[in-house]
Each structure stands twice: as C-alpha cells, then as structure tokens.
C-alpha cells in the first residue's frame, strides 16, 4: 500500500492492523526500514531489534490469521528508553558501566507491553542514568532533534523523543525524575506525561534517584498517550511504592477533552514559573505561545486565573541535592562485580582497586559529579543542612501544590523555558543545563501528575505547555491537554482552508 506507515499515529494503526488491512510485520518492516534509514544522522537508538521484532511481528500476524484476537495493541510497534530493563535484550542506562550487559528479566512495564503484544524496535538513547536534560550525556553518542539536526532533542529521554518526532517508532517510553519525559516532549513537538509516582511500576527500571522516578508514555498525540499510558499503569507488588488504586479513565478523559468543553475547570497559572517577576531565563516566544495557548483554555470555557506558589522558586536547588543524594545510594551497585565491565582484573590489583578502576571508567563525568555532590551532601555534619534542608523545602512544594489545588483544578505552565538549544551549547555549563528543569521539577518532587503538550513554535521550534494536577488525579491532565491540542488543530484546518480560500 501507498500510505507512509511511519506517519501515522497508534489510533491509525491500531485501525488497520486490526481490520486486517496492513500485517504487523509490513507496519514493524517499515519503521525498521526509516530507522536504517535515518537513525545514523539521528542517533535515537542504541540497539535496535531487527530480525527480533520482526519474528515478534509475524507470531501477531499468525495469531489474527488463526482467529484470536490478540488485543488492539498487538503489532504496534513500540521503542523503550534503555534505562527499562529487557530480557535478553541489551541495557545500558547509556553507560560503558553497563555496556554488553543482557538483563535476566523484562521491567514491569516491559513485561505489559510485550504481553500486549507490542513489538519491541529497539532501546532508545539517553543521558547517562538520565542525568542530564539534553542526552549529550550519553556515553555513546549525542541525539539529535528531528525539527533542527544541530540542536539537542532535550533529555535525559532525547532518544525516546526524537525517535517518536522523527518517526522512527510510532510512540515510545520515557522516564522522568525531574523533567526527562515532559521536557524533551516539549522539545521535540510531542505530547509526554509524567504520571503520579506510584502509579506506574518502576520494577526493573534501573533507579537514578527513586523517590522521584517514574515512568511514561511519549507519543505524537494526547490519546496515543493515555492509550499506552493505561496499558503500562496500574499497581505491581513488585515495586513496594506502587499504589493499589484503579487508574483512572485517562481514553476517556482524552476523549472527552478533544469535545474541547473546558466550562466548570479552574486553571491556575502558576506566578512563578514565567509570570511577572519571574521571566529571567525564559524565551520570548515561549511566553508568547504559552500565553496564546492560556487564552485558548478561557475561550474553551475553563476559569483561568493566577496562582502563586511560592517554594518552587526553590525547587531546583532542592532536587540538585534530592537526587543526586539519591543517586549516590543507587549508583553503588555499579562495581564490577555482579554488572557490566570489570576493569583491572588482571591479579596485579585487590578488589578495592578494581571496584575503583571500574568505577572510574565505567561512569561519565555528569555521573561522576552528582556521585560526589550525593555523597557529600548525605556525609554526617552536612546531612541536616543539605540534605534535610532539601527534604523540607520538598514538604513547602507540596504544601503549595495542596494550597493551590482547594481553589483551582489543575495548574499550567510552560514545560521548559527556551526552544531545543545548539548541541554543545550547555555542555560546558552544568548549570545552565540543569536550569532546564524550572519548570518540570515541582511536580516530581511533589509526585504529582504533569503533562506537556504542544502548543506552537517559536523561531520554528515547537513550545510544550505543562498541565499539572492532583496526585491520581492524571485524567486531569489528559483532558486538558487534549483540548488544547484539538483547538490547535481547528486552528490550524481554519488556517488552511483560509489559504486555499485565498489562493
Ligand atoms: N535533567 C534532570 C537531571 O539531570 C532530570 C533528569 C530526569 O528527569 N531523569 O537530573
């Protein structure tokens, strides 16, 4: 057939492949096909599943063949972030530390989606542990973003976005422990959502910072994302932070967003993430089209107005000691022993200088100085005013989150505070990379819900607008954002048809 297979979004796919009309193996040859194509100017993946995805695809086609119905997701291909651990599939959390490494078992989530009968393409690139906002980090190479080829596809889930944006998977998981879903969704024009901690398994997901990680859908429009969203979602007694509670309708609340009816909402504009007095560091034409889009929800209904929340002026140094501390815990399990590579083996070094070589090759720097910052903001004499200090600011966010929700439904911001940056540009400044996270921080480090979802370009490169919302309450957000993107939509049909009038 004639239909570009790479172009079409999860709802289209699902519609042919279950009418029969396409086979699992032509949709799963054809993005094998673009990812051959153009992954190496791209750099989304770092192990692709070939032959693999294609015996996965044709086991679907056999089952419909014999008459099963294998459920409406079976042979929509999908692409995994590679910090999600796949079994037999090799995982690197993108890096060396962990390079060659085969995991003995399928993460929750993977387990989920291969059960429905998604088909693996292939693992995507990454900051390093996903630290990082840009995936320059990556011990392996640097992603590119499919709008602008010199410019990073934001991070740390850059592979994930750019392989979505670029249509090199039809929709993909990230994580996100500070922003790595939501920001480089911004970045690269996609809807990606950062669901409740504790709503999604992290078993098997290899932690970075775990009272903060989660992982979520990434994909090119709001119901693709609450699709794969409830088919990942629910509760694992596996991961002891998951929560036993039924996940929302989130189709449904995409569904019924897209009838673009917002009357009864009450939007607040969150005061600190880019409005008055807090503008230092933000883009114009990010302002313009958050602001543009803010007047979309009023005219769709919603009640919008201002919300202050003050603590999240604090939020960045507060998760710059949170999860490097964290990380510190995490990361100590990297030793050469059990994972990975060993270095210095060879007899005429004791374990603690192999434990040590090891670890001084196997990590990147951006690892190396969040294991130092975590180390000593966690040793004694300094843990209550770091780390203690840190957690308390974390208990005023949420307060603020909890103030501002008993007077408005869901709070809105932009997702990130410039457009996708030249690769190269912050990687001499550590600080200037973490400022990317302003906007995205809050929520992770109150656990509650955020979306970002497309709302314009600005010098040619698309803004993300940020929906956040109670804990558990992610519908919230679907609905929101599905709003925003079918009144976007509209407008741009009347835009067409507009100049097709005119020509
Ligand atoms: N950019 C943030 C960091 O480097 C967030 C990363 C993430 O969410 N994984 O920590």
């Known amino acids: 057939m004639s239909t570009d297979l790479t172009r079409l979004d999860v709802s ?18 054809a993005q094998l096909d673009r990812i051959a194509s153009d992954d190496a100017r791209l750099g989304a993946y770092l192990h692709v599943e070939g032959e693999a995805a294609l015996t996965a695809a044709a086991a679907v086609d056999r089952a419909r063949a014999g008459g099963a119905e294998p459920g409406p997701l079976a042979g929509v291909p999908i692409a995994l972030k590679d910090v999600i651990v796949t079994e037999g599939v090799p995982t690197t959390s993108g890096s060396r530390i962990l390079e060659g490494w085969r995991p003995p078992y399928d993460a929750t989530v993977a387990a989920r989606l291969k059960s429905a009968g998604t088909v693996l393409l292939g693992k995507t690139n990454m900051d390093e542990f996903a630290m990082g906002s840009s995936t320059e980090n990556s011990a392996f190479r640097p992603t590119r973003n499919p709008w602008d ?49 504790g709503s999604v398994s992290r078993y098997g997901l290899i932690a970075f910072s775990s009272s903060l990680d989660q992982a979520g859908p990434m994909a090119r429009t709001v ?48 005061t600190e993430l880019g409005g008055d007095g807090h503008r230092d560091g933000y883009d114009d034409g990010v302002l313009a089209r958050f602001a543009e889009a803010v007047a979309v929800l009023t005219d769709l209904g919603a009640d919008v107005r201002p919300v202050s929340c003050p603590s999240f002026d604090l939020a960045l140094p507060a998760y710059y000691l949170i999860a490097p501390s964290e990380a510190s815990s995490n990361l100590a399990r990297f030793d050469g022993v059990r994972f990975g590579i060993r270095v210095g083996d060879d007899g005429t ?10 670890r001084e090759q196997g990590f990147g720097p951006e690892v190396k100085r969040r294991i130092i910052l975590g180390t000593y903001a966690l040793s004694s004499g300094y843990y209550e005013a770091y780390y203690g200090q840190a957690q308390k600011v974390r208990t005023l966010i949420t307060r603020d989150f909890t103030a501002a929700y008993a007077g408005v ?10 457009v996708a940056w030249p ?10 990379m973490y400022a990317a996270d302003l906007c995205t921080l809050p929520a992770s480090l109150a656990g ?23 804990g558990l309450a992610d519908d919230r957000c679907y609905r929101v954002a599905a709003a925003l993107e079918a009144a976007q939509d509209a407008a741009r049909g009347h835009r067409l048809l507009d100049e097709l009038v005119a020509a």
Do not use: F, N
């Not at 994930?160 to 911004?186: E, F, K, N, Y």
């Not at 509650?448 to 109670?470: F, K, N």
């Open 12 to 29: 289209a796919l699902t519609g042919l492949l279950t009418s029969g009309e396409v086979s699992a193996v032509e949709v799963t040859r």
């Open 149 to 197: 080829a010199d410019r990073v596809p934001g991070g740390s889930s850059g592979g994930s976005s750019a392989a979505v944006a670029g249509h090199l998977a039809p929709w993909a998981i990230g994580t996100d422990t500070g922003g790595s879903i939501r920001q480089p969704a911004a970045l690269t024009g996609l809807v990606g959502h950062k669901p409740t901690y």
């Open 223 to 270: 119901l693709d994302a609450a699709v794969l969203h409830e088919a990942i979602g629910g509760y694992d007694p596996r991961d002891s932070t998951s929560i036993d509670a039924p996940v929302p309708g989130l189709v449904a609340a995409a569904r019924d967003g897209a009838r673009g009816d917002l009357a009864g909402l009450t939007v607040g504009v969150v």
């Open 349 to 358: 070094h004791d374990l603690d200088e192999v434990m040590a070589l090891t």
């Open 409 to 418: 439904d869901v709070l809105v911001s932009p997702t990130s505070p410039t």
């Open 423 to 432: 690769i190269g540009a912050r990687v001499e400044d550590p600080i200037a």
């Open 448 to 470: 509650v819900p955020a979306i970002s979802v497309p709302c314009g370009l600005s010098e040619g490169l698309p803004v993300g607008l940020q929906v956040m919302a109670p």
